[in-house]
């Protein structure tokens, strides 16, 4: 049978044969042997000669040699350059052999959109685009259309120079995986830097609040509510007054984030969906626009992507809640009062505008996301073994934070700005008791606090420290508690390391992490943990699939609670402003009222058994 014709599938021409009687070549088999096992006579009936096998066979191995370096790995290829070197001909064993083979199909092969990416890119590439769910050709592509020209912004260490490679490799191939890279997947920045975006009914292109230019007829400048009065601020336009409002919160930057994202969105649908001036708006006009934010149209609504890109939009989704509108009609109310206190417009339209109803939730906080108390702590195990891996800084980095937040109760934001010179050890009451530390922080509101922090908190750190060359216990060491220990040769990073493109890439010491970065290590993370806690019941992968910064911080209330901690000290903790958020976490009077029916359900049910006996 060995000896029958076989189809050809395999690298230029070869047969299945073919390949068979090569392996037996390397192996050392005679060649007189291999003729007689693996070859048929001619046309002529001529049986082939040990000679003329030999020859074919050397010639076969030198063009697979020669296509496994040019299209294999780097270690490949320099190996098989240097036996080449060595013994003037490439030597190979059984197993270098199957690795030519396959560098070598490789090299005539189709890529498919079902390939996986480990066929095509080398593993350290492969591997960063599994870490976020990229798995085949076709994920790629899909993963690259969603997101636009930066996609390559949402995969580590994936740099742009790296993703213009890619992103030309897909396009070269586009025929056989079958599905294309969209024309505007372009790497540039859509807009000329600084340049500002006219927008206007029917233009396809929406840009953010910093980038947004409005036509003259549309802008304000003789808006129907100006107010005559002499105006407390300078501002020619509506665009103008917008600007100086948000002004005012720049040293609060999460509510200015939130404040632009409604003024933008409401500046976009007033000059492209309304076609008015925000300064000549009625109340029916600010109605539509309440109705409008219960179902935004198609053209406002997007994936996430950057506000340079053209891909953004105002809106993520086609479905905002009743209390997210309901913020939004009560951040522009805000808005439209303080432009008519500095005599910017006459009057207030929206104080006609009903608030959206809402639900009065008994737990406006969702709690039920904490992680369970054996999950939690099967967690922190599972973390604390990674310290032998090679990317062992990485779990100490994520151990550190992830300590902080779940063992102190800190938020995101705490965590990302919490510094070594505000950590100082707790003096104890209770010489029985483990030595705390005690961490300053600035919270919500701007109020300080100081929190306990663990001892195993504290070995985290110093761990994390050492990794990023620092002595955590060096008299008057100051610096931020988390930081990089590293950082990608890319130019926004560059610059925010004041690192200079042709020096050593050295993290700045006194750098932190971005509250944003901080949420990309907890995503790496849960998509490994996902993988490799293989053994979670699919209860705790549920709860581990939703892992996010503030999980921890409401498995920390919660198991406070568990622990009968008093509400005023969980306060504290926590940092709220009122006692009653802090009794999300203190069940008590649920508990009650179950125990209380559970008590009438279980005497019910005992009455009626004895009836019917």
């Not at 260490?157 to 213009?164: E, L, S």
């Not at 396009?171 to 830097?193: C, K, M, N, W, Y």
């Not at 129907?224 to 501002?235: L, T």
Request: hydrophobic residues 40%; charged residues 25%.
């Amino acid at each position: 049978m060995a000896n029958l014709p076989q189809t050809i599938t395999r690298v230029r021409g070869y047969t299945r044969v073919d390949f068979t009687a090569l392996r037996a070549f390397v192996q050392r088999v005679p060649a007189a042997a291999i003729a007689r096992l693996y070859f048929r006579p001619d046309e002529n009936g001529e049986d082939p000669s040990p000679a003329w096998v030999e020859q074919y066979l050397r010639r076969m191995q030198a063009e697979l040699v020669e296509l496994a370096i040019e299209h294999g790995s780097s270690v490949l290829a320099d190996h098989l350059r240097a036996s080449t070197r060595k013994h003037g001909s490439a030597r190979l064993t059984a197993v270098t052999l199957k690795m030519v083979e396959q560098a070598a199909e490789l090299a005539i092969a189709a890529p498919s959109a079902d390939h996986s990416v480990g066929m095509w890119f080398r593993p350290m590439v492969s591997q960063r685009l599994r870490s976020v769910g990229i798995g085949t050709l076709g994920d790629l592509v899909a993963y690259c259309n969603r997101r636009g020209g930066s996609w390559w912004r949402g995969v580590p260490r994936i740099g742009i120079g790296r993703a213009q490679h890619i992103v030309r490799w897909l396009r070269r191939h586009e025929d056989s995986i079958g599905v294309t890279v969209e024309q505007d997947v372009d790497l540039a920045d859509p807009f000329r830097a600084g340049e500002l975006v006219l927008v206007y009914a029917g233009r396809q292109v929406l840009a953010p609040l910093e980038r947004m230019d409005i036509p003259p007829a549309l802008s304000g400048i003789d808006g129907v509510n100006r107010a005559r009065s002499f105006p407390y601020i300078a501002a020619r336009h509506d665009l103008d007054a917008v600007r100086a409002y948000l002004h005012q919160f720049r040293d609060q930057p999460k509510t200015l984030r939130a404040y632009t994202k409604e003024l933008e969105r409401f500046l976009l649908w007033t000059v492209c969906v309304r076609e008015k001036a925000l300064s000549s708006l009625l109340v029916d006009d600010c109605e539509a626009y309440k109705d409008f934010l219960a179902a935004p149209t198609e053209s406002f609504v997007g994936p996430r992507a950057p506000r340079s890109s053209g891909r953004w939009r105002p809106f993520a989704s086609t479905e905002l809640s009743a209390d997210t509108r309901r913020y939004a009609v009560r951040a522009l109310r805000a808005a439209f009062a303080w432009l008519v206190d500095i005599r910017y417009l006459d009057g207030n339209p929206w104080k006609a505008v009903k608030d959206p109803v809402v639900i009065d939730r008994e737990f406006r906080i969702d709690v039920g996301r904490a992680l369970p108390s054996p999950l939690w702590m099967t967690l922190r195990q599972h973390i604390d073994g990674s310290a032998s891996r090679p990317d062992a800084s990485f779990w100490r980095t994520l151990r550190a934070l992830m300590l902080l937040m779940g063992d102190s109760g800190l938020r995101r934001e705490e965590a990302a700005t919490a510094r070594r010179d505000a950590l100082r050890r707790a003096t104890m009451v209770d010489a029985g008791l483990p030595p705390l530390w005690e961490l300053t922080v600035i919270g919500k509101r701007k109020k300080e606090r100081t929190v306990s922090v663990s001892p195993e908190t504290v070995e985290a750190l110093r761990a994390h420290w050492l990794d990023r060359g620092r002595d955590f216990d060096e008299p008057g060491v100051a610096g931020p508690l988390i930081a990089p220990v590293s950082i990608p040769r890319t130019p926004q990073a560059l610059r925010k390391h004041r690192v200079a493109t042709d020096g050593p890439v050295v993290p700045d010491v006194g750098q932190p992490y971005s509250v944003d970065v901080l949420n990309q290590l907890i995503e790496r993370a849960r998509a490994r943990l996902l993988v490799e806690m293989e053994a979670l019941e699919e209860e705790d992968r549920a709860k581990l699939a939703s892992l996010s910064p503030h999980v921890f911080r409401h498995t920390f209330g919660t198991e406070l609670a568990a622990a009968n901690v008093a509400p005023d000290i969980i306060q504290h903790a926590l940092g709220h402003a009122s006692l009653g958020t802090t009794t999300i976490y203190v069940h008590t009077e649920r508990r009650r009222m179950h125990a209380e029916l559970g008590r009438v359900y279980a005497r019910r049910t005992v009455q009626t058994t004895e009836q019917d006996g």
